[in-house]
């Protein structure tokens, strides 16, 4: 048996899992009706314009999103609202790559924020958003 607050890191990384590989109705599933998501400098509201801007990400993208030290700051029967790292690792060339991606590094590390409301007896994202990010990678073509 787990812990609510275990069922909610769960709900977390199972959300940028999904997104990772691409299972967008899965991603979706674990929205809010009227979840928020600060992205990209937008701000999309509920499942529908979530799956509207993920089905415009490159096809030939390989990305990863690393999530670690995830805290829950406040946590009670109905609310779980939590941060952590997010360590970016990407790459797209206009090709799909055949065999592994080339791995240049982190290409970011941001802290991410996100609140979780119970619905039905399940968590849900009610709310996502990024702080700026704290550490890029340096443009070896710019030294």
């Known amino acids: 048996?787990?812990?609510p607050i275990a069922d909610c890191t769960n709900q977390v990384m199972s959300f940028y899992r999904h997104l990772d590989e691409r299972d967008y109705g899965a991603l979706t599933a674990?929205?809010?009706a009227d979840a928020t998501w600060h992205r990209q400098g937008?701000?999309?509201r509920g499942p529908g314009?979530?799956?509207a801007a993920l089905q415009q990400r490159s096809p030939t993208m390989r990305?990863?999103?690393i999530?670690?030290?995830l805290v829950a700051d406040r946590f009670n029967t109905d609310l779980c609202v939590m941060r952590g790292y997010m360590l970016v690792v990407r790459h797209d060339s206009g090709q799909a790559p055949s065999g592994p991606a080339p791995l240049t590094g982190i290409e970011s590390i941001r802290?991410?924020?996100i609140k979780l409301v119970r619905n039905g007896g399940q968590?849900?994202?009610s709310h996502m958003r990024n702080d700026d990010i704290a550490f890029a990678a340096v443009d070896q073509q710019g030294m």
């Open 123 to 125: 968590w849900l994202i």
């Open 42 to 44: 937008k701000v999309l």
């Open 67 to 69: 999530i670690t030290n």
């Open 63 to 65: 990305i990863a999103h």
């Open 1 to 3: 048996m787990t812990t």
């Open 111 to 113: 802290t991410v924020h």
């Open 30 to 32: 674990l929205l809010a």
């Open 49 to 51: 314009e979530t799956l």
